[in-house]
């Protein structure tokens, strides 16, 4: 038989999606992909924002179209968030039980008829392990689910339950088998990832700890990390390792405290440029990147202003622009001071616009300097990889993918540094 895997939204989905992957080939399955006619289409689903919500209804209709006789299975955050919706779906599995995909065909071709996983998340870490990552040079791994942080404006809380945390050896075995099969750099992935631990007393610290020991490990990068988690320990371990990369994604989420009380952020802007403070303390040429939500429920004008200007002050190298989406059911859906979506239009072109600037100018600081460069791929005579710092790198030539080279860099284009091999 033949099943496609089609993922849409976060690093854990695509780890999921990954492992869901291995299981059906291991099962027997045949891997084709969403222009073909399959026997089983899988929708790993996400609902962070409306724009989420259309685009996975958007491929559910599309692969019922493409076969009405194939098993449509519909996974994840959007499927948990609209059990009650009439979706033309097999299987509806929620953020439980994805692990368990293949038991759930199996029984679905055994008696056909509809199953439906939903409302269920679990207390604890719902293991999946990984021994490779197809196609690519770079493997995320899923070290923790769930958020209780209840940021008023976020859905995930709801559909992905509570803090848990994979046990810290399996995570440790996980990453030595990635790097013995050669994967050079290692991507650690949560729906809270620095609140790791809380759940089987341990801390991200002690992960960071463990993992920067592992030999072959090249590179260990943090998908994302709250500003309140990079305690002093976490910043040590940073510190003193030449594995974590020189890039950190801290979500801001917005440039003024009136904004981020709203959001019930846990920090204000002092707090966070106190903290960048201290990074920049240790690692002075770390990029910095964050998420950034406008058009907030009572956002001025004023108030978008003052996150133009301290997106500047804090130098972040790009930001990721998010307009506001109603969420039903969180605190923020049901405030007065709903911004109209032509302002929050505009305010993302705005802020988008200061990003790029912002990139422009960081990338435009390693113009002579010789970098190392991860290769990933070859397209049309150019190959292309990423700094630790996460900085896209062009060179003429065919280089082997997942091979580090030192890259003399001789301008900046577009979106890319672009550069020769320094032998
Ligand atoms: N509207 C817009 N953006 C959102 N995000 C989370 N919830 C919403 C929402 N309701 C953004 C946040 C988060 C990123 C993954 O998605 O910026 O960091
Ligand atoms: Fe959502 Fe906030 Fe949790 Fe991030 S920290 S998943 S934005 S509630």
Redesign the pocket.
Known sequence: MKACVYTLGCKVNTYESEYILSKLIDSGYTIGNLDEICDVYIINTCT?TNTADIKSKKIINRVRRLNPNSCVVALGCFVEDHKDDDLDIDIYVGNKDKSKIIELLDCYFTNKEPIRRVGLLKDKFENMFITDFKNRCRAFVKVQDG?????S?????YV?GKCRSKELNTVVNEVKTLVSKGFNEIVLTG??TGNYGVDINTNFANLLKALIKIKGLKRLRIS?I?VTELTNEVLDVIKDSEIIVDHLHI?L?AGSDKILKL???KYDLNYFNDKLNKIRAIRPNISITA?IIVGFPNETEEDFKETLENSKHFAFTKIHVFPYSIRKGTVASTMTGQIESSIKKERARRLLSLSKELEKEYANKFVGKTLEVLFEETKDGISIGHTSNYLKVKVKGNINSNTFKNVKINSYLLDSLIGEINE
């Open positions: 962070i958020c209780e942080n209840f940021c404006y976020c859905i995930i809380p992905r729906i809270h994302s709250e979500p989420q959001m019930n952020r998420d």
